[in-house]
Structures are given as C-alpha cells and as structure tokens.
C-alpha cells in the first residue's frame, strides 16, 4: 500500500510535466509558432544545454540568494507570530502593518534597498525574506489563535504553567500552519530572487542573462532561463514538502488509518 502510494505521489507530478511539455510542442507546431516569437521545448533544452556553462553558476547564486532570504523570512515570520500571539496589544500595533507592508509592490520596494543596502546580495536577501515573511507569519498567528479550548483549559487545570503550555500545546500546533506558510513562501522566494537580480545587481546573474538575451533576440535562451528559473522554484517547493512529510510522520500515519478504515467499511468491498 505505502509503495503504491509513492509511487503514485512521482509518477503523478512527472506526468503532469510531460503533458505541460506536450501541449506547449503541440501548440508550436499547431500554429506554426516562428522560433524567435517562441521556441520548442526541443528548442529550449538545447539553448539551456548549449548555454549551460554559463548558466549554472548563475543559478547556483540564485538559489543562495534564495535559500538565505527564505530562511530568514521564515525565522522571522515565525517569530514575530508567536510575539503577537503572546502580547495582544503589540500584535493589535504590528498586524495592520504587516498588511500595509504587503501592499507596497516589490519593485517599488527593491529601489530603496539598493540605495540603503548597495548592490551586492543583502537586497536580494531582503527582497526574499520579505516575500516569504508574511505568508509565514499570518499562517502560523492563525495556527496560534485557533488551538483547542478544551485542551487548553484541560492543561491549565490539571496545573501546567503558561511556559509548559505553550511549548506542549500551543507550539506544536503551528507545524500544519507553518508548513502552509512555508510552501505559499517557497512558491514566491525565487521570484523575489529574480527581481533582486533585475534591480539590485551590476554583474552576471540569472535574470540579468535573460536580459541580455532578450534584448539580443535569443528567444531560446530566454526561454531557457525561465525555465531554469521555474526548475529551481519547483524544487526548492518540493524541498520544503519533503522537509514537511518527514518532519510530521503522524499526519501520513492518520491519512493511512483513515483510508484503511473507509477501505474495511466500504459495503462494495
């Protein structure tokens, strides 16, 4: 049952891929699309292949840029919800501004930084952590917030001090949330990442590549790195639910019990 099961969570995502892929091949030749408005995914993997030496270090910056900004977002979102949760008054003065935070576009945002922080990696690290923050912190306030009453009061009673309830209880009850929070992050971080590089870098990045290629026509090579750009945004999502699956063991173990349950109760079986 569990093999079946992974392998139906592989077999399922690749095959999504290979329709994506399918229908975008189908569609160029269906309306005879010409390569520099928009090229094949034959025509993209060898322009990703040709221009790889270049590429993948390029990248490798990227998801640096990536994996720092994503990391402190998340450490700061999460800590900044469990302040909130504690202290009503200060999450009554943070929380309207952490919506008007989300407000300001990005691009506007990523300006400024680069005036206060020059042009090096600290903006696009900011950029990130500022994506992934929020997400972050509303999930895991929510996750706060909405902790069982019953066994809240049941603790208290039964003689257990605010520390111990809330790292028994209350704690506990923000990994779903944060895990949410994490993979709505994980979804958008390198898409900060890339506009850091737009706006906040004088030498070679990842967008600035794609940039080139643009302005020279190379529509392959454009589309080349946007594709790379997507790989690495996929894979650092699947990261993080990977990171979930084997941090929460007990929510698989339920979903197993549930399904083998409905399975023996099912009247057709």
């Known amino acids: 049952m569990r093999a079946g099961t992974l392998l139906r969570g592989v077999l399922t995502p690749i095959i999504s891929i ?27 993997l060898d322009a990703l292949r040709e221009n790889w030496s270049t590429l993948w270090p390029l990248a490798l910056e ?46 506007a945002i990523a300006a400024p930084l680069v005036i206060l922080l020059g042009f090096g990696i600290a ?66 971080a390198v898409t900060g990442a890339v506009i850091g590089e737009l706006v906040a870098s004088t030498g070679s990045s990842l967008a600035g590549f794609q940039r080139a290629a643009n302005s020279s026509l190379d529509t392959p090579a454009v589309w080349a790195a946007m594709l790379l750009m997507t790989v690495i945004g996929i894979s650092w999502f699947l990261l993080v639910v990977g990171l979930e699956y084997l941090t929460t063991p007990w929510k698989h173990r339920a979903a197993r019990r549930r399904l083998r349950f409905g399975a023996a109760n099912d009247p057709r079986s």
Do not use: C
């Open 62 to 107: 990227t998801i640096r840029e990536t994996v720092y900004g994503f990391l402190v977002g998340a450490a700061l979102g999460f800590a900044l919800a469990v302040v909130m949760a504690q202290l009503r008054i200060l999450q009554g003065l943070i929380y309207p501004v952490l919506i008007v935070s989300q407000a300001v576009p990005i691009v």
């Open 123 to 188: 903006p696009k690290i900011v950029i990130v952590a500022w994506i992934v923050f929020f997400p972050v912190a509303v999930n895991v306030l929510d996750g706060l917030a909405n902790v069982d009453r019953d066994l809240l009061s049941l603790a208290r009673a039964m003689g257990g001090s605010r520390r111990r309830v809330f790292l028994h209880i209350r704690l506990p009850a923000t990994v779903s949330p944060l895990y949410t929070g994490l993979k709505i992050g994980a979804t958008y």
């Open 18 to 44: 290979a329709l994506v892929f399918l229908l975008w091949d189908l569609i160029i030749r269906g309306f005879a699309v010409e390569t520099f408005v928009a090229p094949s995914p034959g025509e993209t």
